[in-house]
């Protein structure tokens, strides 16, 4: 299916163009364009648009591809995860088989917790990079996968917090987490419910390593 298709799809299901440019993180005239085949969306906005069709339950652009993604644990959303406890082999504590194309820079987390109901339902599939490399001020008011000084992963909405480098970290269904120092975070590049996240195997666990990994895996 195209995108034109698609995106007529999403909104005889009941968006609005404005909530598709929300969405997909672009603007309404540019959602405008997309649909009458005057440009192609290209990079992240194509993912986001593949993976918006996945939970809308629309048949999606080139639904036949898919990506292999490695699980590296838990992320909390309203439950308190602290990754030192997870001994995460580099391939992951599980590979799952997504219905959509993504970047090879990618990892997965599966959710715990219900504090960002209804769009985070326990065990979905959050898909984040590993190591995007981007300021985490630049994520300020999206949902974002975050890992914080204290050793704690969480899901949660990025806002500003009370001091310079420390952050306010907002549920949909819980108190906020206040000045909080993180030291990595991501964009959510996609979501996936846990029906349509296909188990391939689940890796051998790892000893527990002297020296914590980068990124997202910690």
């Not at 406890?85 to 959509?100: I, N, R």
């Amino acid at each position: 299916m195209d995108v034109p298709t698609v995106l007529k799809q999403l909104v005889e299901d009941g968006m609005t163009q404005a909530e598709l440019a929300e969405a997909l993180k672009t603007n309404q005239p540019t959602v405008s364009r997309w649909m009458r085949g005057e440009r192609e969306p290209m990079g992240n906005s194509m993912v986001r648009i593949r993976a918006l069709a996945v939970r809308r339950g629309i048949a999606g652009i080139d639904s036949q591809t898919r990506t292999r993604v490695p699980i590296m644990g838990f992320i909390g959303a309203g439950a308190e995860i602290d990754p030192e406890y997870e001994s995460v082999p580099p391939d992951g504590l599980e590979q799952v088989d997504l219905p959509l194309q993504l970047d090879d820079d990618v990892v997965g987390f599966r959710v715990r917790g219900d504090s960002m109901l209804p769009t985070y339902d326990a065990d979905t599939v959050v898909v984040v990079y590993r190591d995007k490399g981007i300021a985490t001020s630049s994520l300020l008011g999206e949902v974002v996968a975050v890992r914080t000084a204290d050793n704690k992963r969480y899901l949660k909405r990025l806002m500003p917090g009370p001091k310079p480098h420390l952050y306010t970290l907002e549920s949909t269904n819980a108190r906020p987490i206040v000045g909080a120092r993180i030291v990595w975070a991501s964009e959510v590049v996609a979501i996936i419910p846990a029906r349509q996240a296909r188990h391939i195997a689940r890796a051998k666990p790892a000893r527990p390593s002297a020296r914590p990994q980068r990124g997202a895996t910690k």
